[in-house]
């Protein structure tokens, strides 16, 4: 199986790719993109012999091409090269493994050129859903959800595609902070924000499951993958990260995966789906275990969670704002210019500014994320 990966030197790519060496026998990796890490992508690229690697900047094209020119492997930047990655004739399946709303356009050319997409990049169906889902079905695209949640409801459904879903269950590891209450969250740092207990990510998503912003775009993501309305999305607080979501159906029954909180096993399952191959993942040990909790969260405490549950029921381009106002604030978050618990307030006034539109387009919807921007950093 040929394999294009758009992000390969982030969290989601490199752990791709760490599958795809574990089966060099089934793999083959034709392209890769990065945005600006360029050491890491011509390792990549003399290890796994693409035909083409892309880059966000020309500058760091050009310096890339003349540490490849011995190689023999194209290269290409912007937003053409992200194009290129997602429409490249020989691959069989495109890993979305980028970060942020840049991964919307590539997905739509993915899906246009009839490949397969492994979904790890949310943003992508949290703003654009309305134009992502219809557009597979008319191409016979599939989209299979790499998120280990998504991918969790996703297997649950094998076998019951023709049974009508009652509630979806989303589990969410509870972040650095579960438990705490408003005034703790006022004292909390960004190393307290980045040591998330479970899960190894990068850090935009660390802090967003922190603060549970990304469980609410999961939630929005949800409703496009498995159309579903809001009011059937539980979110259950579970601290051990084992049970990974679960579907109830009408007749009461409750199927769910559970595993040991590593993405590589979401992420294989992706690109070997149906089949099930052996994995580099270790095996859960429900002895070791022992115990599985899960509570509710608290929507005023985690006050993200509930504006996302907001801007669902209001849709239109709202999940765009929410999404492209939580991009801008975190990034100051990130370089200490705001406080953690400013991050749902600037969310908020991003949502109340910016003006509705009720069935975006892509141009519409990016032009509604330079407003949610604009609203967060004047």
């Given amino acids: 199986m040929n394999v294009s990966i758009l992000g390969s030197t982030g969290s989601i790519g490199t752990q791709t790719l760490s599958v795809i060496e574990s089966h060099p026998d089934l793999f083959n990796v034709t392209s890769l993109s990065c945005g600006?890490?360029?050491d890491l992508l011509e390792t990549q690229a003399r290890k796994f012999k693409p035909d083409t690697v892309s880059v966000a900047s020309e500058k760091d094209a050009y310096d890339l091409r003349s540490r490849l020119k011995d190689t023999g492997i194209k290269v290409m930047s912007g937003m053409d090269g992200l194009l290129s990655t997602a429409a490249d004739p020989r691959?069989?399946?495109?890993v979305t493994g980028i970060v942020g709303m840049k991964g919307i356009r590539p997905t739509i050319e993915a899906i246009k050129a009839e490949k397969n997409i492994a979904l790890a990049n949310k943003e992508t169906l949290v703003c654009a859903g309305h134009i992502i889902m219809p557009l597979a079905k008319e191409y016979n695209a599939k989209i299979i959800p790499v998120d280990s949640?998504?991918?969790a409801i996703f297997q649950s459904l094998q076998g019951n595609e023709d049974n009508p879903i009652k509630k979806i269950i989303l589990t969410a590891s509870g972040g650095p902070f579960a438990g705490m209450t408003r005034d703790d969250l006022e004292k909390v740092t960004l190393e307290d924000a980045l040591s998330n207990p479970n899960w190894k990510m990068g850090k935009k998503v660390t802090v967003d499951s922190a603060d549970m912003v990304n469980k609410g775009l999961e939630v929005m993501e949800a409703g496009w993958l498995f159309n579903v309305r809001r009011d059937q999305i539980e979110v259950a607080v579970h601290r051990q990260?084992?049970?990974h979501s679960a579907v109830e159906f009408e007749d009461g029954a409750i199927i769910g995966q559970m595993g040991l909180p590593d993405m590589r096993l979401p992420i294989q399952y992706a690109l070997t789906y149906p089949k099930r191959l052996k994995s580099p993942v270790e095996s859960l040990d429900l002895f070791k275990v022992s115990t599985l909790s899960f509570t509710k969260p608290d929507l005023n405490v985690f006050r993200g969670l509930s504006l996302a549950f907001s801007a669902?029921?209001?849709g239109g381009n709202i999940p765009t704002a929410f999404n492209a106002a939580d991009?801008?604030?975190v990034g100051l978050f990130l370089q200490r210019k705001i406080r953690f618990v400013e991050?749902?307030?600037l969310i908020e006034k991003a949502m109340n500014d910016v003006r509705f539109i009720e069935d975006p387009d892509v141009d519409e919807i990016e032009?509604?994320?330079?407003?949610a921007i604009e609203s967060v950093v004047k």
């Fill in 36 to 38: 600006s890490n360029i």
């Fill in 91 to 94: 691959s069989d399946i495109l």
């Fill in 149 to 151: 949640e998504h991918s």
């Fill in 241 to 243: 990260s084992i049970l």
């Fill in 312 to 314: 669902m029921d209001k």
């Fill in 327 to 329: 991009e801008a604030a």
């Fill in 343 to 345: 991050i749902p307030e």
């Fill in 367 to 371: 032009e509604t994320e330079k407003e």
